[in-house]
């Protein structure tokens, strides 16, 4: 493959030889909802003649059927690269949180271009803050689980100790069967809960959106404005755009000229407060942008708006394009890593209490 060749390529992506294969395949996910008629497609084409097929049902703009064409294809030149052609995974570079509650593993895929990543490695163990350049999100969420179920496997053993003899004999059979039951039972429960907290023990929250957000914006007091796409539901048919302008009395069509929708955390979800006062989940393109938005809102550190973008269109008539708004209020509280360590020890502390019974 020639130089000039992948070059082009790299261009197309907006990435650098030196971007890891990660953020490659970030900047290419984004072009592809960028330019794709259909954007809940975009995600699954995987060829030139899958993107026309699109554009041909849809009879979209050949402009923008164009611009796809040329990311789908510098692509597929990039998977051809041999491997020599761009930068490796540097463990050395990664950032530690020592306040973290326990290590977690580290992995790494062999072919981080295919989006089936099942040919895995352990690249090292340590408190390895979550890098999005550098550490797929899947494969964080990955070693976040198996820490969580470590965590939990070790308090299950100590309550399992209690009923045995120093050669693994029950002391009382019926008590470790019944043992056995309640782990059965309360295990996915205490384990979703652990995940979550764990999670936000590798994640310096602002770190990761200057790495995730499409727009970054410095306002004249200081204070930084991030950008990431998302979508949500269209409520009875009509864009949430449309109705706020209903309730106005005006008929405008959607654009960055229309008021934004203010955005709320609710648990482990985010929702736009629509005119009626009623909620809709918002889901974001880039998942790994939840941790650090939820994070930073859940301190006080942040506030959230929804621009309304394009209206909805191609397959996903029921979905509308967004772009949420992260208003960092106070960067002190926003910028340190998760601190979890009491939350933690609680929850184990309820876990063992429970088997204990």
Known sequence: MQNRELESALRTLGAQPTDSPIAMKRKYRALLHRYHPDESAGSTVRNASEAGAAWNASE?????????????NAWETIRKAPPSAFAGLHVETLLCN??????????????LFEEQQNDLYVRGTDRYNWDPDEEDFLLFLKSVNQAARGLLKEVEDACTDWETDDWGEAYDEDAVEALG????????????????????????????????????????????????????N?????????????????????????????????????????????????????????????????????ALQAQPGELP??????????????LVTDPVT?????????????LLKEYRDVLSD
């Open 98 to 111: 020592p306040a973290a509650f326990c290590t977690r593993v580290l992995y790494g895929s062999h072919d």
């Open 181 to 232: 039951e309640k782990i059965t039972q309360e295990r996915t429960a205490f384990q979703l809960k652990l995940f979550h907290l764990l999670a936000q023990e590798y994640i310096s929250p602002l770190r990761c959106l200057d790495q995730l957000a499409e727009n970054k914006v410095r306002q004249t007091d200081g204070k930084m404005v991030y950008e990431v796409s998302a979508r949500m």
């Open 60 to 72: 979209a703009d050949a402009g923008r059927e164009e611009a796809l064409r040329a990311v789908i």
């Open 313 to 326: 269109g191609g397959r996903r008539k029921k979905t509308q394009r967004l772009r949420l708004r992260i």
């Open 234 to 302: 269209v409520p009875a048919g009509k864009s949430a755009l449309a109705e706020k302008n209903a309730s106005a009395g005006k008929n405008r069509p959607a654009g960055d000229d229309q008021p934004a929708l203010d955005c709320i955390l609710d648990g482990t979800r985010i929702y736009a407060v629509l005119p009626d006062g009623t909620r809709q989940q918002i889901s974001l393109e880039e998942d790994g942008c939840y941790y650090p938005i939820a994070m930073m809102t859940a301190r006080g550190a942040a």
């Open 334 to 346: 926003a910028a340190p890593e998760g601190s979890s360590r009491k939350k933690i020890e609680k």
